[in-house]
């Protein structure tokens, strides 16, 4: 687990676009934090850094966006979904393949996945986070330290 203290938006930006150089197709990204946390910030700088031009907004009332660039992202956001059900129907790791899967309040389905990076976002003040870095599957054999260079 690598801990990051983020003293600003553009440092959690910067903490997403750092987080683009080590990402491949087929990954899985999870985050988990309260509302207003900064998550999909952590998003735009991971689509910044992966080419991708338009700009990222949540998707919490259209449950999933698509994003292209260098590597497709896919950006869901399951806190509307009331069941695992309702999360296997959307079938997003197919919709992701060759891609890039970013899930905002993905801690409701990580029991269900096996190889996934998780970030924790905690609001410490106003501009101040800590993200928490978890790796599971084979993103416990990838280097994580230039994420929080």
């Known amino acids: 687990m690598i801990d990051f203290a983020s003293s600003s938006p553009d440092d959690t930006l910067a903490v997403g676009r750092r987080l683009s150089r080590v990402l491949r197709g087929d990954d899985i990204v999870l985050l988990s934090g309260r509302l207003g946390s900064g998550k999909t910030l952590l998003v735009s700088g991971i689509a910044e850094g992966l080419g991708v031009e338009e700009q990222v907004t949540s998707p919490s009332f259209v449950l999933v966006h698509e994003y292209h660039g260098f590597l497709n992202v896919v950006h869901a956001d399951l806190y509307r979904l009331s069941s695992m059900n309702e999360f296997e129907d959307l079938d997003l790791p197919a919709m992701a393949k060759s891609?890039?899967?970013?899930?905002?309040?993905?801690?409701?389905?990580?029991?269900?996945?096996?190889?996934?990076?998780?970030?924790?976002?905690?609001?410490?003040?106003?501009?101040?986070?800590?993200?928490?870095?978890?790796?599971?599957?084979?993103?416990?054999?990838?280097?994580?330290?230039?994420?929080?260079?």
């Open 99 to 149: 891609g890039v899967l970013v899930i905002e309040w993905g801690g409701v389905v990580a029991g269900s996945m096996s190889d996934y990076l998780f970030i924790e976002i905690d609001i410490v003040d106003e501009n101040s986070r800590k993200l928490r870095f978890r790796p599971v599957g084979s993103w416990e054999n990838r280097s994580l330290e230039e994420i929080v260079g």
